[in-house]
């Protein structure tokens, strides 16, 4: 079973395999509102292009989790597909017994979202659970984690719609905003998508 204490590790890990380089390409900040500063805003909103070269050359020649290992640290960037990607080889290599799923967003529904959850014995009944925002009626069980490095959110896979929607507030004060195709939205306006889009779940173990 993978503990909260190496779920925190994973998370850990696969943000700092992503830390030195250009990160995501769709994060950027309003410069509009926010309490951001101007250079973080600037900053970042060259990081996101510069990410978005270096995504776009990983997803044409197919790079794994070991292309990524082998990745110069300033070259690295990566959106939630590939913090999921990479947090979940950890989590399969650090015990042999441990479930791993990836869980989501159906890009149908307007966003795209992914994220790991450990532990999980069997997927959600989809005739109740259709959307993320349904995690929170699943049955409490403290041993099933959720970890989401792209959003460094780790907690209780039934606390994770809550934890979402505090991030996306937290974001939102800063001006963060997250791209839908080429049109930034409010983090605030993103996560309710998100947690109201239509549920995808994969087993990997």
């Given at each position: 079973m993978i503990t909260i204490t190496q779920a925190?590790?994973?998370?850990?890990?696969?943000?700092n395999h992503f830390r030195y380089g250009k990160k995501s390409d769709n994060k950027v900040y309003s410069f509009s509102y926010g309490n951001a500063t101007e250079f973080k805003k600037t900053h970042r909103y060259?990081?996101?292009?510069?990410?978005?070269?270096?995504?776009?050359i990983q997803r044409t020649r197919g790079f794994d989790f070991y292309d990524q290992l082998d990745t110069r640290p300033e070259e690295r960037a990566g959106n939630c597909g590939e913090y999921t990607e990479f947090a979940v080889n950890i989590a399969l290599n650090m015990d042999q017994i441990?479930?791993?799923?990836?869980?989501?967003c159906d890009k149908l529904g307007g966003v795209d979202h992914e994220f790991c959850v450990f532990n999980l014995s069997q997927?959600?009944?989809?005739n109740r659970i259709t959307c993320l925002n349904g995690?929170?009626?699943?049955?409490?069980?403290?041993?099933?984690?959720?970890?989401?490095?792209w959003a460094n959110i780790v907690c209780l896979y039934t606390d994770y719609p809550q934890r979402l929607r505090e991030k996306m507030l937290k974001w939102d004060?800063?001006?963060?905003?997250?791209?839908?195709?080429?049109?930034?939205?409010?983090?605030?306006?993103?996560?309710?998508?998100?947690?109201?889009?239509?549920?995808k779940f994969v087993q990997k173990r």
């Open positions: 925190n590790t994973i998370n850990n890990d696969a943000r060259e990081q996101a292009i510069k990410a978005n070269e270096s995504l776009r441990s479930t791993v799923w990836i869980f989501g997927a959600p009944n989809p995690l929170s009626n699943e049955t409490f069980r403290d041993d099933v984690i959720a970890c989401d490095p004060m800063r001006g963060k905003c997250i791209m839908i195709g080429s049109n930034p939205i409010p983090a605030t306006e993103w996560g309710r998508k998100c947690l109201n889009a239509p549920i």
